[in-house]
């Protein structure tokens, strides 16, 4: 964990749960310990959580990973790529995303209330799949007027903008998968 987020609460959602450690592991069976993959919420960092031996989890519960004394039965976390995750996981991060942007609808409505420019050429909507200049100068001209209130007060009032919520879903999984971008948003990474 970085210095910013010492001292600050992490929760974290469980991707997926392996209670005999990666198949991969050449180990013995009892060696391994009981691990799980799981997604930041404040930032959307990618952990692999290592468990007490008798540790349970499901997918979808959400944890604590910081600070490390508020952990409960989770001995290790280690930050990871997209490719250390497993299949299982990989195939429940869309549902963890939407899950979380759902249930902050608040903080993913501002924003689009607060986007700034990023360059004289570039602005943080146009990260956004779909949004072109003509685009993110509707949603300015928007905003302008009135912040916006919820997804759907946001779809209604820019012409264009069809589901606003999956073209965040989209961009923030981009940031999570790929190594190479640029600009980040929502993804943080080390």
Excluded at 8 to 23: I, K, Q, S, T, W
């Amino acid at each position: 964990m970085s210095e910013s987020e010492s001292g600050r609460e992490a929760v974290a959602v469980v991707l997926d749960f392996l209670p005999h450690g990666r198949a991969d592991d050449d180990r013995p069976r009892y060696q391994k310990e009981p691990l799980a993959y799981a997604l930041t919420e404040s930032d959307f960092r990618l952990l692999k959580l290592t468990l007490e031996q008798d540790g349970s989890i499901g997918i979808g519960d959400s944890v604590t990973v910081e600070p490390p004394e508020d952990r409960e039965g989770i001995e290790n976390v280690h930050e990871i790529e997209y490719g250390d995750l497993s299949a299982a996981a990989q195939s429940e991060l869309e549902h963890a995303v939407v899950d979380i942007v759902e249930r902050d609808e608040r903080r993913f409505v501002d924003f689009y209330n607060d986007a700034q420019p990023i360059t004289l050429r570039l602005h943080q909507l146009n990260l956004l799949p779909g949004i072109g200049k003509k685009l993110r100068n509707n949603v300015l001209e928007a905003r302008k007027r009135q912040p916006f209130e919820s997804f759907e007060d946001l779809e209604d009032r820019v012409a264009g903008l069809h589901n606003p919520e999956d073209v965040l879903v989209e961009r923030i999984i981009e940031e999570i998968r790929a190594d190479d971008l640029k600009y980040r948003t929502f993804a943080r990474r080390e």
